[in-house]
């Protein structure tokens, strides 16, 4: 007891003139969420992990179909390569139709003619890319191996990308937290079990929990490298059904990437079957990658 009280009067000092330099000791630090400097006032929001698979599943089922024109950046390089080289102003036009019918249209800029036009309805892919004089056709699920990296756009990405899918049969998730200083998250992880019983990671999708909205969407193969890395931006309401008015597609391993904004939208409203038909043009060069479609489609009808 006596060495307790022998000590009291250092104590007391240490904290006297702690409280005496708080000034310099006591710094406060700026909170950032997703860049911008944060409200103090504002309320994350919290969710659990079959919450977010339901958000998931009814933006997923209330698109039945859409045609959206959109202005469009098509890069090639990766940040694996150290280098990406992009061109702008591509004016597009990108038909969906359930279960997985889709076709990109895309015009030069300036000129307005037909920079590339490719369909695909789920299974099989054509693609005809006019600056080479090219029309490939074959099985989505055909490695994308050309050295010319634009030979390697797939309709199927676009898709896989566009459309945030909710977890199908085989894929088991858990919610991680991952709030910080700089960003405001939840990430849904999906994962799937091997032939030989392993566990890999197959997605994450991330949410913003400042309103719970889809920020982004990683794609993994078995290796647990990135296929595909999508952010989506300024969530809109067209014909009462929640889509991303910005994308942004890199296929990092393909060597490419596509940003899109839309300017037009319209959502739910029938298309023909016409509308994904794509014939190869009389003098093209044809090149088959995998198992070319098993039927031929009725004689293309021009927009």
């Given at each position: ?8 009067p250092a104590t007391l000092a240490l904290l006297l003139g702690i409280s005496a330099t708080s000034c ?66 591509v004016h597009a036009y990108v038909l969906f139709r359930k279960p997985a019918d889709i076709r990109i ?27 080479k004089n090219l029309f490939i056709e074959g099985s989505n699920a055909a490695p994308a191996t050309s ?157």
């Open positions: 007891m006596r060495i307790l009280r022998r000590q009291a310099r000791l006591i710094t406060h630090r700026t909170i950032k969420r997703n860049g911008k400097i944060a409200n103090p006032a504002q309320t994350l929001l919290t969710a659990t992990a079959p919450e977010l698979v339901a958000r998931i599943q009814k933006i997923f089922d209330s698109i039945q179909s859409f045609q959206a024109t959109v202005e469009m950046t098509p890069s090639v390089g990766s940040v694996y390569k150290g280098q990406i080289t992009e061109i702008h102003d249209i895309a015009q030069l800029p300036v000129v307005g003619t037909r920079a590339f036009d490719m369909v695909s309805n789920g299974q099989d892919f054509r693609f005809y890319l006019v600056s050295k010319n990296k634009l030979e390697n756009l797939r309709p199927e990405a676009f898709l896989s990308s566009m459309l945030i899918r909710p977890p199908k049969a085989g894929e088991h998730y858990f919610l991680v937290d991952q709030t910080d200083e700089e960003n405001t998250l939840y990430i849904l992880w999906l994962v799937t079990e091997g032939p030989n019983g392993e566990i890999h990671a197959s997605r994450s999708i991330w949410f913003d929990r400042l309103d719970l909205s889809l920020d982004r969407q990683i794609v993994y193969d078995s290796g647990g490298e990135i296929l595909s890395d999508t952010r989506y931006a300024k969530w809109q309401t067209y014909n009462g059904v929640l889509f991303p008015a910005h994308i942004d597609i890199n296929r990092l391993k393909d060597g490419y990437g596509v940003a899109m904004d839309i300017t037009e939208m319209q959502m739910n409203t029938p298309l023909s079957d016409d509308k994904f038909v794509l014939n190869r043009p009389e003098g093209v060069q044809l090149q088959t990658i995998g198992a070319a479609p098993a039927t031929k489609p009725a004689p293309q009808v021009q927009r």
